[in-house]
């Protein structure tokens, strides 16, 4: 089986997790070792995680810029594993001017994309902050033009967008928009209420309030971020149930010493048998970047199958995506990907 060349974009807490992801389950789980814990699908369309390849890395933090990858993934985040590359982090795009007075390391499009081309990357992961819409676009035309997939883990509207059609064409894959990670605020709001459904229990209201430490979780208070993950998440969630239901779900506040942890507030209000009052108030405290890692490197090799794009794509965007193009409930898509992959 053939590698999967992986060019990251944004090595900040989810990248480097991925990183050591892929280094971490890429030396334990070709062979069914007991280190292959926690990793969700062992093979996805014929591929395990020793088959994927970060063969290039980009970010525009001058701290990060110039150094070895294998520094910058175990000083990022928590460190999980030591990480073996040879790969190091090279300058990416600042097109939004949204970078906290920081003055980002940075290279034109044109230099950009002769990087990436020169990668000979397969996939390019978007994993920049939200908000930074132009950026991604950019990155988006940059990969098509190299001739690599695009999986954007960012709320901007790139699936959703005429750049679908445009991949498809070269039979590539556009994945996106908005990350659905494996065990986060999003997925287990959503498989609640569908649990609430199959049961019989009449949801009235919901709502989930996120609050995490990370730079993304940072980046979302500005009002604009807020409000349309907000949208996105709130409309993931409703869609579960086969009636309308208040619902309201979105980061509320950044705190610092979170760092990559994350505690969502849930409190869902449903009616039982004669009208019972059914109420839960619960918290779920996880990490970010480890929430994201399992969907990452399953959307990874699911958009390398050799089945036929038309229909692979709609699949990885329902399982990994808040925003797909064409929506689908969480089991469903859950049980259409694992036919579908593995």
Known sequence: MADIRVAVIGVGNVGATFVQGVQYYGNSSSNNSKNAVGLWHQKVAGFHPSN??????????????????????????????????????????????AYDGQKPATTSPPDFARALEDSRADIVLNLISSGMDKSSAEYARAALKAGASFVN??????????????????????????LLSQFGGTAFHKGMIDFMVERGVHVSKSYQLDVGGSEETKRTMDERIKMLKRGMKTGAIGMEAPYEFESVAGTTEYTDFLGDSRNSYYWMSSEGFLGSKIIMDLTLRTSDGANAGNVLIDVVRASMAKIPVAKKVPAINAYGFKNPPKKAKVRKAYADFVEMFT
Do not use: H, M
């Open 52 to 97: 994927v390849k970060i063969v290039a890395a980009f970010d525009v933090n001058p701290a990060k810029v110039g150094r070895p990858l294998a520094e910058v993934a175990t000083s990022s985040t928590k460190k999980y594993c030591e990480v073996s590359s040879k790969v190091s982090v090279d300058a990416g795009l600042a097109l939004d001017n």
């Open 153 to 178: 883990a960012t709320p901007a509207k790139l699936a959703n967008s005429p750049l679908a059609a445009k991949f498809a064409q070269k039979k590539l894959v556009l994945a996106g928009d908005d």
